[in-house]
C-alpha cells in the first residue's frame, strides 16, 4: 500500500524549526501550507491532518484563525484522522464545539503528564516526560470529547472521533526547546535560567518516548485508511 498523504498545516508564522520536525518524526508524506499566512488546502484529499503549534491564541482577532477552525471543523466531518499539537490542540478543540482560555500561568519545561490509555499513547508508559510551554489550555473538551491525558495544569490530550489534540510538544528536539525558552523573555531571567538548566540529555532522552505517538497516529491513519477502502 502507498505511503499516507498528510496535510501539514503550518501554524508557527514561519518558525525555522517546526517544519523540520514534523518532516522528521511523520513517516508520511506531507502536503505542507503556511496557515498562520491564510494559506489553506482547496480539498480533504488527505489520508489525515497535522495541525502545529504556535505564537497565537486560538481566540485571538486575526483574520487567518477563523478559516483554519472552519477547515478542522470540516475535515472532522468527514471522517480525516486529525492530530493537533499545542496549539493546534487547542483549534481542534475550538473546531470540535471545546472553549480554549487563558491560564492564570505559563506551563513550560519538562513535565510529567499521566495518560488514561488508547491507541495514541500505545507503548507509552502511563506517567510520562514531555515538553510544555503553553499560556492557554482546553477549559472544555468539546461535548462527547474523551479525556486522554492531563497533569495540574489541565486537559493535555483528547480524542473525539478521528481526531485527537495534544497540549504539548513531543516533536520538539533540545534546540528547540532552548531557542523558544529564550524566546519567553516575560517570564524573566530567573525562570528562564531554571527552565533551561533543565534541559538536558536526561530529560531530552525521557521526552524523546512521546515521540512514538506519531508513528501511534501514522499506524491509525493507515487502518482508517484500509477500512475506508475494504
Same mark, same amino acid.
Not at 498562520?36 to 483574520?63: C, I, K, M
Not at 480525516?80 to 505559563?106: K, S, T, W
Not at 481526531?163 to 504539548?168: K, N, R
Given at each position: 500500500?502507498?505511503?499516507?498523504r498528510?496535510?501539514?498545516?503550518?501554524?508557527?508564522?514561519?518558525?525555522?524549526?517546526?517544519?523540520?520536525?514534523?518532516?522528521?518524526?511523520?513517516?508520511?508524506?506531507?502536503?505542507?501550507?503556511?496557515?498562520s499566512?491564510?494559506?489553506?488546502?482547496s480539498?480533504?484529499?488527505?489520508d489525515?491532518v497535522?495541525?502545529?503549534?504556535?505564537?497565537?491564541?486560538?481566540?485571538?482577532?486575526?483574520?487567518?484563525?477563523?478559516?483554519?477552525?472552519?477547515?478542522?471543523?470540516?475535515?472532522?466531518?468527514?471522517?480525516?484522522?486529525?492530530?493537533? &499539537?499545542?496549539?493546534?490542540?487547542?483549534?481542534?478543540? $475550538?473546531?470540535?464545539?471545546? *472553549? =480554549?482560555?487563558?491560564?492564570? !500561568?505559563? @506551563?513550560?519545561?519538562y513535565?510529567?503528564?499521566?495518560?488514561?490509555?488508547?491507541?495514541?499513547?500505545?507503548?507509552?508508559?502511563?506517567?510520562?516526560?514531555?515538553?510544555?510551554?503553553?499560556?492557554?489550555?482546553?477549559?472544555?473538551?468539546?461535548?462527547?470529547?474523551?479525556?486522554?491525558?492531563?497533569?495540574?495544569?489541565?486537559?493535555?490530550a483528547?480524542?473525539?472521533?478521528?481526531?485527537?489534540?495534544?497540549?504539548?510538544?513531543?516533536?520538539?528536539?533540545?534546540?528547540?526547546?532552548?531557542? &523558544?525558552?529564550?524566546?519567553?523573555?516575560?517570564l524573566? $531571567?530567573?525562570?528562564?535560567? *531554571? =527552565?533551561?538548566?533543565?534541559? !538536558?540529555? @536526561?530529560?531530552?532522552?525521557?521526552?524523546?518516548?512521546?515521540?512514538?505517538?506519531?508513528?501511534?497516529?501514522?499506524?491509525?491513519?493507515?487502518?482508517?485508511?484500509?477500512?475506508?477502502?475494504?
Amino acid at each position: 500500500m502507498s505511503r499516507l498523504r498528510f496535510a501539514l498545516l503550518d501554524a508557527s508564522h514561519n518558525d525555522e524549526s517546526t517544519r523540520r520536525n514534523f518532516r522528521r518524526e511523520l513517516d508520511a508524506d506531507l502536503a505542507e501550507f503556511d496557515a498562520s499566512g491564510g494559506d489553506l488546502p482547496s480539498s480533504f484529499d488527505f489520508d489525515g491532518v497535522v495541525v502545529t503549534g504556535s505564537r497565537a491564541s486560538v481566540y485571538w482577532d486575526e483574520a487567518w484563525i477563523p478559516p483554519l477552525v472552519d477547515w478542522i471543523a470540516e475535515a472532522a466531518a468527514r471522517g480525516l484522522p486529525i492530530l493537533g &499539537v499545542c496549539y493546534g490542540h487547542q483549534v481542534v478543540a $475550538e473546531a470540535l464545539g471545546g *472553549r =480554549v482560555a487563558g491560564m492564570d !500561568d505559563f @506551563e513550560i519545561g519538562y513535565r510529567e503528564v499521566r495518560h488514561r490509555g488508547g491507541e495514541l499513547f500505545e507503548g507509552i508508559d502511563e506517567t510520562f516526560t514531555v515538553f510544555t510551554t503553553h499560556g492557554d489550555t482546553v477549559a472544555q473538551l468539546p461535548p462527547g470529547a474523551e479525556l486522554l491525558a492531563d497533569n495540574e495544569h489541565g486537559v493535555h490530550a483528547f480524542r473525539k472521533g478521528h481526531a485527537f489534540g495534544v497540549q504539548f510538544h513531543p516533536e520538539y528536539d533540545a534546540e528547540t526547546a532552548e531557542r &523558544v525558552t529564550r524566546s519567553k523573555e516575560f517570564l524573566g $531571567e530567573e525562570r528562564i535560567r *531554571r =527552565v533551561l538548566d533543565g534541559i !538536558d540529555e @536526561e530529560n531530552y532522552a525521557a521526552a524523546c518516548e512521546a515521540k512514538a505517538l506519531f508513528d501511534n497516529f501514522v499506524a491509525y491513519a493507515e487502518r482508517v485508511r484500509a477500512e475506508a477502502t475494504a
